[in-house]
């Protein structure tokens, strides 16, 4: 009965963090996607943090060629991997929602 416990808790625990998590990066989320974003601003983000993996002309080094990314991905789906770096070796991101609208915007301009 003890052990049922301690799972118990466990669970409420983990979902609760989960919840949380979960709950934090839709808000993120939400709130990049209500702004318009500005490719040039957008262009900028990229120059100092993306250019590196994906090259200047973010045409792929390390990391692959991201002209018409927006139409593999959502930008729902951009916005995951930008913040959560979800295919190694990219790594996961802070910025904030307006930064990231910014980048959205420069990565629609690259179809």
């Keep these: 009965m003890k052990k049922f416990f301690i799972f118990l808790i466990f669970l409420i625990i983990s979902s609760s963090i989960f919840f949380f998590n ?12 209500e702004l318009s974003g500005s490719a040039k601003e957008g262009d900028s983000i990229f120059k100092v943090n ?6 200047i002309t973010a045409r792929g080094l390390v990391g692959p060629d991201l002209h018409s990314i927006t139409k593999r991905l959502t930008d729902k789906e951009i916005i995951k991997q930008v913040t959560g770096g979800l295919t190694p070796p990219m790594p996961s991101f ?3 929602p307006v930064n990231m609208s910014n980048l959205l915007k420069y990565l629609h301009s690259l179809e």
């Design 22 to 33: 979960y709950h934090e990066n839709n808000k993120f989320i939400i709130d990049t996607l």
């Design 94 to 96: 802070e910025i904030d």
């Design 50 to 55: 993306c250019v590196g993996c994906h090259g």
